[in-house]
């Protein structure tokens, strides 16, 4: 596919997803997508923050382990 094409068709599709959710706040409250992207992006965020815990605590534990084994 031609690069400027694929530049134009992503463009168009951000800006109509954009559009569609502005639009949706007023179809009710099962219809609103602007809500749902919302929910969705503060579940991703906790999640993230998980993830990043446990593999701080993972890393932790490695080094702990080498050091006991170095003898240091």
Do not use: D, P
């Amino acid at each position: 596919m031609n690069k400027w094409l694929e530049i134009l068709l992503g463009i168009i599709l951000i800006i109509a997803v954009i559009l569609f959710a502005s639009y949706s706040t007023g179809w009710g409250s099962f219809w609103n997508f602007r809500h749902a992207a919302w929910e969705f992006f503060k579940g991703g965020l906790a999640w993230c923050v998980i993830i990043a815990g446990i593999l701080l605590i993972i890393l932790g534990i490695s080094e702990i382990s080498q050091i006991s084994h170095n003898g240091i």
